[in-house]
């Protein structure tokens, strides 16, 4: 007993197909890819150009493609549903009026407007949003209109939130002390810098400085009771400066403030200021 096997002529290529090739019980048959049609040999394939035939149901001009074909239409108007017919584009003629974006649909044609703006009532004209207008924007603080929209800005010592609305406070002494040298005050207007008592602030507002130097007669001192070394320069702020800090004789500057001294044969009264000889 024998057993006789079909041959696959599809398998082998000894079909002879110029594209598909589709096995059948003890046979074979050719066909071609979407565009071609199969030749009279049932083998070959050949270019079918749905265009060659009433203008490929195109209203316009027909472009033959590989996968078969496709319609256009010439300037001024545009493809309906169908693929084929063609309709007037407004759009193409002066924007269809509108004075921002026009947008061509089926028989007809639409209006908008850019972020920012809103579409007027003859729908085509188009006009400033002012968001700002309606509940401050949802603005916490200050609101900007701006051409694509507004913005949310904050007062000095806050910040804007992660929502582009809100403010919180920014504690600006919370990072390296404000950049003051001494002291950070926290404002509802931002920081402050102040200094210890005996500085002053600088210009530049977060130094402080001990004062300006004074070259002194050393011997003056050299009798004082208050014992202040009498080889040492003696640094004054402010206090010392104007009215001579209250002192009926020297003001002498130190860390925390001033303080006044006598010269030998006086004693400081009480209210630290006064000598009594």
Do not use: W
Request: proline fraction near 2%; hydrophobic fraction near 25%.
């Amino acid at each position: 007993l024998r057993t006789f096997f079909a041959e696959d002529e599809c398998r082998t290529n000894t079909d002879g197909c110029a594209q598909i090739c589709t096995n059948t019980p003890g046979n074979y048959t050719c066909s071609c890819e979407q565009g071609y049609e199969l030749m009279a040999d049932e083998h070959g394939c050949e270019g079918n150009d749905e265009c060659g035939t009433g203008n490929g149901g195109c209203a316009y001009r027909c472009i033959h493609t590989q996968s078969g074909h496709r319609c256009i239409c010439r300037l001024g108007f545009a493809l309906m549903a169908d693929g084929h017919g063609c309709e007037v584009d407004e759009c193409a003629t002066n924007n269809g009026g509108c004075a921002h974006n026009c947008t061509k649909i089926p028989g007809a044609y639409t209006c908008s407007c850019r972020h920012g703006f809103v579409l007027m009532p003859d729908e085509h004209g188009c006009k400033g949003n002012n968001e700002c207008a309606t509940e401050n924007g949802g603005c916490a603080h200050f609101c900007a209109h701006t051409q694509s929209g507004h913005k949310c800005t904050c007062r000095r010592g806050f910040i804007l939130m992660a929502d582009g609305h809100g403010c919180e406070c920014n504690d600006e002494c919370a990072t390296e002390n404000g950049g003051c040298a001494h002291f950070c005050a926290h404002t509802q207007t931002g920081h402050r810098c102040t200094c210890r008592r005996g500085f002053i602030l600088m210009a530049d507002g977060h130094g402080c400085e001990g004062g300006k130097l004074l070259h002194c007669d050393f011997s003056v001192f050299a009798n004082f009771h208050d014992g202040e070394p009498s080889n040492k320069l003696l640094l004054y702020n402010d206090e010392c400066g104007t009215g001579n800090g209250g002192c009926t004789h020297v003001c002498i500057h130190n860390q925390t403030g001033h303080r006044c001294i006598c010269p030998e044969g006086f004693i400081l009264m009480a209210d630290g200021h006064s000598c009594d000889g």
